[in-house]
């Protein structure tokens, strides 16, 4: 006899077989084949907690994964790069499912492993404070390989399609949250080798994170009022991911 077994080990990261707008759940489509089986999963387990998804991302050269995917306030900022194309962005602004008027595209080109999805690079701590890597805040301008651009698209109260708005097209992401007024604390490469910026936002400037980072970034938390629930994970982020890879939101307000 022979037995062929696949075991879904990425399971764990619960993030990315799905995206939880303020609308409700979005299936995403999986860039990894091996993964692909687990979206299957996830969606009959909400059909069984009575939440159905409102939508699934059905582009055969589409593709969508849920670490790409982070509200901010009444924005949706959703990543661009390795994992998400812009086919499926595309493909949820036809199809309605952001629930907010306003959605941003954070395009990267490294395309890395090391930095696959937005919450790898980025993360949000309140309305008016961030995070985001050494390698993606100290980078100048578009000759930088790691320098984030942005696209912005926008629609009225009320109005279900969405316009792409030329004045922010191919604008720095960085420079556009800091007009905005929003703070960035910076992770420096020791900190994000350590998964540092992949926590979770567990309410405004509360995050739980994985212990064991560096005293300078500690302080930068201190400094900026954020309570800090520190996690040993270190065997778990091996996966290449952290507390924000590994759950998911089963509601969002708006």
């Given at each position: 006899a022979q037995y062929?077994?696949?075991?879904?080990?990425?399971?764990?990261?619960?993030?990315?077989?799905?995206?939880?707008?303020?609308?409700?759940?979005?299936?995403?489509?999986?860039n990894s084949s091996q993964r692909a089986p687990e979206v299957d999963i996830i969606e009959a387990c909400y059909e069984q907690l009575g939440e159905p998804a409102i939508y699934r991302v059905k582009g055969e050269d589409s593709y969508l994964e849920g670490g790409d995917y982070i509200p901010f306030g009444t924005i949706s900022l959703i990543g661009q790069g390795l994992r998400t194309n812009q086919k499926a962005i595309d493909e949820l602004l036809e199809n309605n499912c952001f629930g907010h008027d306003t959605v941003v595209v954070v395009h990267e080109r490294w395309k890395d492993q090391y930095q696959m999805h937005l919450d790898t690079y980025f993360n949000v701590i309140d309305k008016d404070l961030c995070t985001m890597c050494f390698n993606r805040y100290d980078a100048k301008d578009i000759s930088d390989i790691n320098y984030l651009t942005m696209d912005m698209y926008a629609r009225k109260p009320g109005q279900t399609s969405y316009h792409l708005d030329e004045k922010?097209?191919?604008?720095?992401?960085?420079?556009?949250?800091?007009?905005?007024?929003?703070?960035?604390?910076?992770?420096?490469?020791?900190?994000?080798?350590?998964?540092?910026?992949?926590?979770?936002?567990?309410?405004?400037?509360?995050?739980?994170?994985?212990a064991?980072?560096?005293?300078?970034l500690g302080d930068e938390y201190e400094r900026y009022g954020v309570r800090v629930e520190w996690v040993p994970l270190d065997n778990l982020i091996g996966g290449y991911g952290a507390a924000h890879c590994m759950t998911q939101v089963l509601s969002r307000g708006r």
């Open positions: 062929v077994h696949n075991p879904l080990m990425n399971m764990y990261f619960l993030r990315d077989q799905s995206v939880t707008t303020p609308k409700g759940h979005i299936m995403c489509r999986m922010y097209s191919g604008k720095g992401f960085r420079e556009f949250l800091e007009s905005r007024g929003v703070k960035i604390i910076r992770v420096s490469k020791e900190d994000a080798d350590h998964y540092a910026n992949n926590f979770l936002t567990i309410d405004a400037r509360h995050i739980m994170s994985v064991g980072q560096s005293k300078s």
